[in-house]
Every structure is written in C-alpha cells, then in structure tokens.
C-alpha cells in the first residue's frame, strides 16, 4: 500500500500493491475541512501508532509487581486495554493466597488491617499495591471481620440461652402468689372438676385435650383459648396434667379463674397411680440423660469456647441443655395411654400453642388405623421452617441410624397432635422410644442431641397420619419473618423456638396473638407486674 500526496495538497491517492494502480480519490472541500487539518491529522495517528507500540514493550517489560503505564495499570484492574485481559498467571496468585489459612493468633493485636470496606479501598488506591498484596489485605479483612462475626453470633445464642433457660421474675411471683393463695384461701382449693363432672373425665363422647406444663401462664393461655374458639365450649374436657411443685399454683389459679362450661381437670403426676407403681421408664432415662449430658457436654461455658464448630452447631448443643428439652414434662407424652386408660382418642397440647379455631373437627379425622395424626414439616412456602426430614434431626453418619432410616423421609412435629389411644395400645410405640433413649445414651448422645423428638420420630415411624397444616403453624418463637396475616388465618399456632411468649426475648410483633387471651386487669396478674407489653 502506497501514500501519495499531490503539491497541491488537494488530493490523497492510495495505491494498492501489486502493480494494480487503483485511486482513492478524496476530493477535500475548502470550506468544510482544511486540508491543513487533514495532514495534522495523519501525522497525529501516525505518531499514535508509534506511541502504542512503545507502550506494549515497556508493559511487557514491567512484570507483575510494579505499574508505571497505563497498560499495566488496566491489566490490573481487569479491563481490557487494547484488546488485552488479566493474565491467569495473576489469579492464580490471588487465589493461592486466599486459600491459605490465617491463625487466630496473626490477627490479633493487629492495628494495620482495615476495619471496613471503605478503609480497604483507600488504601489500596492510595497504595497503588500489585495483585499479591491486595489478595492478602483482603485476606486479612475478611478472616477478622469473620472471626468477630463468629464471636457476636455465639455471644448472640448464649444469651438467648440463658434468657430462655431462666424463670421471668414475673412469673416467679405469680407461682409464689398462688401458692400463698392455696394455703390461705379456701375458694383456692377446690376440686377440679367438681363431683358431679368427674365421671365427663372418661366419657369417651366428649373432646378430651391433654396439656403437659409447669408454666401456669402458658397453660391458663392454652385453656382459655381452646375454651373461647370452641363451638361447643360444654363438651371440652381438659386435662391439665403438671408436676409436684407446680400442682398447688395450677389448682389455685383454675380454681379462681373457671372456665365454665368446659371441664378442666388438674393433676400432678404423682397422683396417677400407674406413675408410682414400681419404675417409670421415661424418669429413668431422664436421669440416665441428665448424667451423661452433664459429663459430655461439660455446660455451656465448653461448648461456647469450642473454637472448631460453626455456631449453629454450637447453638444446637446449647438448646440441647435447656431444661425444657429434659423437662419430665416433654417425655410423658409417650405414656398417655397408661395415664388414661378409659380414653380412646385425645389431642395433646404443648403449653407453647394458642388455639385460634374450634378443634373439635380433629374427632372426624379418619386416621386410617394411624396412632399419631401430625402436621408433616418437609413442605410449605416458608422453607426456614418447613423443610425438616429425618436427616435434620437425626444422625445418619452412624450406622445405628444410616441403616434403619431413610434421611429424605419427612419429618412431623410435636404441639398438637391427635392421639388414637386405641390403636397405640395395640402396638409396641413406648417400648421403642425407651430402647432408643437408651441406645443414644449408650453412644454418647451421637444418634441425636436434641428434645424428645427425634425418639418420637422413631419411635412413631410408620404410624403417622399426616393432617392438614392449618391445624399446626410452626416457627412462631424463631422465625422473625413470620408473616402476621398468615398467622392469624392458622386454626393453631406455635411459638416452638427460644423466643417464647412469656419472656422477655419474644418477638413482638407476634406476642400479641397470645397475650390477646390474658386479663391485664386481674389482681394477681397486676400484682406481679405482667404485662402486655415486656
């Protein structure tokens, strides 16, 4: 290709090569464009030309770790100059680097790492450093933003811990100020139900509930609200069944607060006679349970300073240790038909639940020869709560579990369910719960580490009849997202999770659906100071 520039400066001929003349003619108009101004403009891109070709080499020439052209500063930075990108060579650095492990012992006492990602950016603009040098600031930033983060989030879950495992000093003073009222107060000590209603108590054509709890609030709440919701209030009979040191505050309240025209009978354990005959097995394993967890948990202050878990393992085994999980009260449900043996079907009730619909369309539920009508929990549109298979209670990395069980089989959940005493006496149910709270204490707790559900869920296997899930709604005492509407449309809610209702770590804008049942202006209520907004 040839350039040929008349004298006149008037026309521009290119001519192609090999031998073949064929013109370009550019005709330049005078009044639009100098030709001065298109020769300047030649040499201009001539002189570009030259001045990118230099600036290749020098690139070249500068390596990795220093930048003194705009070449190597955009190869850097990953855009493309002229038609160039980031070399594999420099990721391959930066990854190496972020994939070596960082001590807790070299963060610490460090004042030269960024704190936040706007410190982090000015001094890598005002640093100018090569690729190596940002991977290990990064580095350094992320691992002690985590390491912090680590901390706050199991500080966050011991605190929880204790907050839940505590007894409110509210309802400290309401135990207390009952108990005084049983000793001085005749109307404080009557018999529940009357004479004249005790036979309704084995009368199988009434609605038999069954409410295990040592929290006279919470179970005033679920009474109150199962009695309200009900179509047919006078043929509800609940039996309120508690331990010793909480019968007499029990008594007294529903003694003062009847809630006619249902039947509510209070009783403590150690009044049923099939429970002081000889051993209980649920109390021995209990006991058996309690040594063991005392001896391999080592209390919360171990687990928290287990530096190798993730929290939410940590937090797990601190749950593990709340009394509530260990409560002879969670582990007598599976002893209901030997505590009522003239009954033939019951739904059971955690003290955690607030009925909001009339329960007694349970009774028409064909269980199709099942023991255990239950809510499964593996399907649902909140996937935080309803995603639970056998594999997140259970351990399937021992074989004891591995080779029995199926991890994807769904999981249900305990807080209402309809129990067919009938048919539960027709099988083997209790036993196997028993043989498999001792095979876990056996191991060390390794087949599971939380509650009585995961022996429920074994023990149960194969005799659950799923229900429809707006009987039980889950999650309301861990999922802040609950929605509030959806909420109120459920026949049953449950506040399962730490953030009870009764303490001061509820979450609000759900509490309200269970002090809605609790009369604020009640003596004793005012007394303690409860109140409908803690």
């Known amino acids: 290709m040839q350039l040929h520039i008349s004298p006149s400066l008037r026309h ?26 298109l020769f300047y403009a030649l040499l201009f891109f001539t002189f570009l030309l030259r001045f990118v070709f230099v600036l290749t080499a020098v690139d070249s020439i500068d390596g990795e770790n220093k930048c003194s052209t705009i070449g190597c500063l955009g190869k850097k930075l990953r855009p493309k100059i002229l038609g160039r990108g980031l070399e594999s060579s420099v990721l ?11 001590g807790k012992d070299e963060l610490e006492r460090r004042s030269d790492i960024p704190q936040t990602l706007k410190e982090f950016m000015t001094e890598m603009k ?9 991977a290990i600031k990064l580095r350094e930033m992320v691992s002690l933003m985590e390491q912090r983060t680590r901390i706050a989030k199991i500080q966050e879950y011991l605190y929880r811990h204790i907050a839940s495992s505590s007894i409110p000093k509210e309802l400290h003073c309401l135990h207390l100020r009952l108990a005084n009222e049983h000793t001085s107060n005749a109307a404080a000590r ?46 509800v009979v609940l039996h309120i069944v508690t331990d010793k040191k909480t019968y007499y505050p029990m008594q007294a309240w529903f003694s003062l607060h ?3 025209p249902a039947v509510i009978e209070v009783k403590a354990l150690h009044h049923f006679d099939w429970f002081t005959k000889g051993k209980v097995p649920v109390l021995e ?7 063991v967890r005392s001896q391999f948990r080592g209390g ?9 878990e993730k929290p939410n393992v940590i937090a797990a085994k601190l749950q593990a240790l709340s009394p509530t999980y260990n409560s002879v009260m969670n582990h007598i449900r599976i002893h209901l038909p030997e505590l009522f043996p003239g009954l033939d079907k019951i739904v059971f009730l955690d003290d955690d639940i607030v009925v909001q619909t009339d329960l007694s369309p349970l009774w028409d539920i064909d269980m199709d020869g099942k023991v255990n009508g239950a809510v499964e929990t593996c399907t649902g549109e909140d996937k935080f709560v309803m995603s639970k298979r056998l594999k997140s209670y259970l351990n399937f990395s021992h074989p004891l579990i591995s080779k029995n069980f199926d991890p994807n089989e769904c999981a249900w959940a305990y807080g209402m369910n309809i129990f067919d005493l009938e048919a539960w006496r027709n099988t083997n149910i209790s036993l196997i719960y028993h043989n498999w709270v001792e095979q876990n204490i056996k191991s060390d707790l390794s087949l599971w580490q939380l509650g009585t559900l995961p022996p429920g869920l074994i023990a149960f296997h194969g005799h659950v009849h799923n229900i429809d899930p707006f009987w039980h709604m889950l999650g309301l005492g861990y999922q802040e997202n609950t929605s509030l509407t959806e909420a109120k449309s459920a026949g049953v809610i449950h506040f399962n999770g730490r953030a009870k209702p009764w303490l ?30 803690s």
């Open 285 to 291: 394993a209990m006991e058996k349970d309690q040594q």
């Open 126 to 134: 005002e640093g100018g450093y090569d690729a190596k040098t940002f």
């Open 190 to 235: 009557l018999q529940l139900p009357p004479a004249e209603l005790v036979p309704t108590l084995v009368d199988n054509s009434y609605f038999h509930f069954v409410l295990a709890s040592d929290n006279v609030l919470a179970a005033y709440v679920v009474a109150t609200s199962l009695v309200r919701n009900s179509l047919r209030p006078q043929k």
């Open 300 to 308: 919360s202050s171990s687990i928290v300073a287990n530096t190798s």
């Open 504 to 533: 001061h770590i509820a979450l609000p804008q759900l509490r309200s659906l269970w002090t809605k049942y609790i009369d604020f202006s009640d003596n004793i209520i005012r007394s303690c100071h409860i109140r409908e907004s």
């Open 92 to 102: 391959e650095v930066m990854y190496g680097i972020l994939d070596q492990p960082l």
């Open 258 to 260: 009847p809630l006619s």
């Open 12 to 37: 521009v001929t290119l001519l192609p090569g090999k031998g073949l003349r064929e013109f370009i003619k550019v005709k330049v108009v005078s009044r639009k464009l100098s030709y001065r101004m």
